[in-house]
């Protein structure tokens, strides 16, 4: 099993910034990547950011390019979501995704955190 915890959640201005970290602990070994997901009330939840377990080769959705910076913290199992230029359209649950398995589709993760709230005001 793997544990994820998430931090750094909130209330925020458009135009704003904050960061998210995810910690992973427990059975890790052999995870390949993770990333980070949002939904919003009455919507699917889709992925935002991936990177690899090793912290490189990130990729983004269309939506959040040039906005959202996903980087892992050293040698160890956190990883960050740098959000800048914030709008309201942004607004949702986020969630940690560790260990990502993707099809031609959609994008989901085997282990997953309880989720961060982050709310964009206008």
């Known amino acids: 099993q793997v544990q994820v915890v998430e931090s750094g959640g909130g209330l925020v201005q458009a135009g704003g910034s904050l960061t998210l970290s995810c910690a992973a602990s427990g059975r890790t070994f052999g995870v390949h990547a993770m990333g980070w997901f949002r939904q919003a009330p009455g919507e699917e939840r889709d992925l935002v950011a991936a990177?690899?377990?090793?912290?490189?080769?990130?990729n983004y959705a269309d939506s959040v390019k040039g906005r959202f910076t996903i980087s892992k913290d050293g040698a160890k199992n956190t990883f960050n979501l740098q959000m800048s230029s914030l709008r309201p359209e942004d607004t949702a649950i986020y969630y940690c995704?560790?260990?990502?398995?993707?099809?031609?589709?959609?994008?989901?993760?085997?282990?997953w955190g309880h989720g961060t709230q982050v709310t964009v005001s206008s």
């Open positions: 990177i690899s377990w090793s912290g490189v080769a990130p």
């Open positions: 995704g560790i260990d990502l398995i993707t099809t031609t589709h959609a994008s989901t993760a085997r282990y």
